[in-house]
Every structure is written in structure tokens, then in C-alpha cells.
């Protein structure tokens, strides 16, 4: 009888410190972000008065929100639909383009496959500090300084969302590909009718991977637009930072915002990212 | 008919090579222009004393000589030392041990938590810059909370050199947590049961388990995980140019990253010396890459 409860008694104790740890580290990861949203909803001096017991606002107010509709200098609402518009884009074409392509090197035989495969694989080397100025120097010489293009465009590309996709469609079965091929439907078809349809996976992954990049960037967007029409969200957050340094609370309310879509677009898809992951971990 | 049929493949396939050169067309021309234009543009000017709407002039490595004599990128370059052996081992060994702690998880607590820590992964580095800054914050952050708590006085966190870098440190450890665990999960979750159960028929310990079992099989994980945050931790740049507005106190929070984009902003030094030191990181970049599939050594290859 001890002796049944004394082998018992070791994993048990094991799975309670797993789950204290897992709590504590769980509370670290999750804290900071609530202690963001609550913060936005507090008034300007209780904001600084910091107490974590005191977690919720005494009173919940929307002042700091309102404070960023009302921002004449840095318009918020202007930067998120800009943001949004540049994002989506972004992500439908990248999508798009790079998975036609892995299509191609996946599945047809054309000359200098290799070596253009090659050429592509190499672009993932390349790391973007490398090339940040002269990417500058290319944007302007073409004249796109300013624009939707200069912030949609350079991103498409990815070497990474070729590999991804082109690894998915080399394990989709042949048979299917082949019998459309000798009923003559072609490679556009094929693609478009047998492949988009049961890739659903590595579609929402890189679409949300490149709508993830694209929403968080700030380097580039701060290297290439100053016009307000096409001044990106995270410009303004670091805007805001400097300007409402005493009324950290309007800094906090626009991060939170600014959050929402990636942390929300996660939420709906972590079944397909989370699976992502854990074939990009075993590769 | 079998013949015909034949010919209509081969007449198939002929025309193939004109459908993958259009299906590939757009990335190879957006990497083209984005990525291979400039790397080869970079070559070139790093040789010049070039600027924007100017004439250039051929210095050869004169750039490369100033470059490392300069004793802000010589700071910057131990900066970057620093930030790597503090964010590194530390992102290694937590998510690796947590990784554990999820494996023996229940699978509906196991969700949950992969879904909690997973979260901070998806925000921007702006963002976390702001909470951060607040955490960190003389005033009202919630460590001075705790400190005046403990009875001990308040820390500028954010003045004094080496806690600025830290702060730096933490806020990235915040941010990639979730991520490298859930990666260190997989490698996990990818090795046999049954080599553990045969090394426990063996009476192998836990420890022996470890070092014969897991990490052998983890090889291919370790190098994904380690390359991308050596290579993130490299380049690592809205972190200290939004919390620091770039330099930091005694310039401690100074990155290559922030070096290059403050003399690209300022004119006190031409492009093609701008260029020149961001192409010395990419060398740093690979060597140091390349020093971690020299260690622990790659079972399969990249391509294929």
C-alpha cells in the first residue's frame, strides 16, 4: 500500500511542478498584454500609478481612445486603413505568386529548373540588413517612393513561401494531376482547380505569415513614406511614443488597437499555424 | 491511338516549358528587382565613395579600412555581441526545458497554453516596445511597484547601460518564446517513443536518456532554432530604436542595425560607406552560421 502511493506520489508531484511552471510561465507570456488592455482604459494619472493589485481601472473611461480619433498630426484611423489595405494585398498577392510558382518547381520540367531554383533558395540567405539601403536606392530610382508600391511590392517575393508551398505540393499525389493532363486541361487549370483546393493549409499559413509581416513592419515604411495617405500604423505608434510621453495611456490605447488585427487573425487560424510549426520544426 | 495519345504528352510537355516560365515569372522578377538588384548594387558601391545624386569615385576597400577602424560600428559589433550571448542561451535552454513541460501537459491544458504563449509571437516589435517601456517605466512601472513593494528604492531601468540592455534582452525573450517552444515542442514530439522505452528496459537514467536520445535526435532543431535567432538577434533593430530612440544611454543599445539606418539618415558619411558596413555584418551573418552547422552538425541538407 505505501509502496503503490510512494510510486504514485513522484509523478504526481512531477505534473504539479509542470503545471506551476506552466502557469507562471504562461501568466509572464499573457500578463504584459492585459496589463496593456487594462492600462488603455485608465484614466491618465492612474495609469502611471502602477499597482497590479489594483488590476482593473477604477473607473473604465475610452478618453485615450478618443484622443487618437482626435489626433489631427498622426490620424489613426487613417494609418490602420492604409495598413489594412497595404496587408491584405500584400498577403493575397505574395500567396499568389509564390505558390504558382512553387506549382511550377514542384511539379513541371523546364530548363534551368535547377539553377533558377537555386538562384531562389539564395535569396533566403540574403539577410535584409544587407540589402536595406541599396533597396532604397532601387525604390527610388524607380520612382515609387511614397506609394502603396513601395510598401506592397519588395515584400512579395519569399524564397521561404516557395519552399513551403513547393514542399506541400511534392507530396499531393500524381494520378489526379496526370489523367487532367491527358484530358488536355492545362497547367493553369490543374493548378487552379486540383491544387489551390487541397492546399488549404500552407494557404492560410503563409497568407497570415505575410499579413503578419506586413502589419508589424516599421523599418521600411519609415525608410520610404511620409505622406499621411500611406503612413503605416506602427510609424504612428512610434509617433505617439514621442509626442503623448506624459499621457502614456493614448500610447497604450493605440498599441492595443494596433495588436488586435494580428493577435485576432491568429486566434482564428492557430489550429493551421500551430500545425505549421510543427512541420517547419521537424524539417 | 496509342501513338497519337503519345505524341499529344510529349506536345504537353513541350509546351510546359512556356507555362512554368510564366508561373514562375512574377517572384523571379520581383526577387530580381528586390533582392538581387540590390545585393549586386551593394557589391558594387561598397567600392565607391558614392551618394545619392552624385558621381561616384572607385576607393577600392578604403571603405572597409574606415569601417572597422570606426569605433562606433566596433561598438556597435560588441553591442551585438552582448545582445546574442544574453537573448541566445537564454531563448535555447527556456523553450527547450518548456518544451518538456508542454510534452507532459494534459492535451486540452497543452492547447491552451501553446495558444497563451504563442500570442506575444504575432506582435510587432513596436508594440511590445511600449508595453515594455511601461513594465520598465521610473514612474509608474510595475517592477518599481515591486521593488518599492520589497522596501528597496526605485531603478532607472531604461539609464543606466547594461539594464537598458537587458530590458532590450527580455522584451526579445518575450517576443520569441512562443515560438521557439513550440519549434522545440515539434523536434520533441518527433523522436520515437519506443527509443526511450528500449533505453528504459536498458535501466538507461533519465540524464543518459537526455544525452544519448534527445538531443542527438534534436540536431536538425537546434540548428533551425539557433540560425534564426542568431540571425534575428543580428539584425535586431525596432527594439532598441523604439525604446531607445536608437543609441541608447552611453550608446549600450546601439545595433549594426541602427548604425547602418543612422548614417543612411545622416549625411556624414557616403552611401557607399553606409553599404560597406552592412556588408561586413552579412560575413559576420554567415560565418557565425556557418559555426553552428560546423558544431552540431546537420544529419540532412537544405535542398531536398
Known sequence: MQSELKRRGRPHRARTAFTVIAVIVTLFSVFPLLWMFVSSFKEGKEVLRANPLR???????????????????????????STAFVSVSAALLSISINSMAAYAYARIEFTFKTLLWRLTVLSMYIPGLTILVTSFVVVNNLGLLDSYWVLILPGLASAYSIFFFRQFFLNMPMAVEEAALIDGASRFRIFYSIFIPNAKSPYVIMGTGAFLGYWN????PAMTVTNQKYVQVMQVIRSYNNVYANNYGVVLAGSLLAALPPVLLFLVFQRYIVKGLMISGIK | MAKSRAAGLSSLRRKDHATAYLMILPSLVALGIFVFTPLVMALEKSLTDWQLYQGTTFIG????????GNSLFRKSLENMARFVLMIVPAQFVFSFLFAHVLRGMHQRAGALIKTAIYVPTVISGVVASVIFLFIFHYQGGILNWLLRQLGQKRIAFLAEPSLAQMSIAVTSIWMGFGYNSLIMYAGLQNIPQSYYEAAEVDGATPFKQLIYITLPSMKNTFILILINLMTGTLQMFDLPYMMFGGAGPVNSTLTPMVYVYNNFKSAEYSLGYTIASALLLMIVIGALNSLVFTVIGSQKSQDE
Open chain 1, 55 to 81: 488590476f482593473f481601472p477604477s473607473q473604465w473611461i475610452t478618453a485615450n481612445f478618443q484622443k487618437l480619433a482626435e489626433d489631427r498630426t498622426y490620424p489613426f484611423w487613417q494609418a490602420m486603413r
Open chain 1, 217 to 220: 513592419s516599421f523599418l521600411w
Open chain 2, 61 to 68: 576597400l578604403e571603405n572597409f579600412r574606415i569601417v572597422l
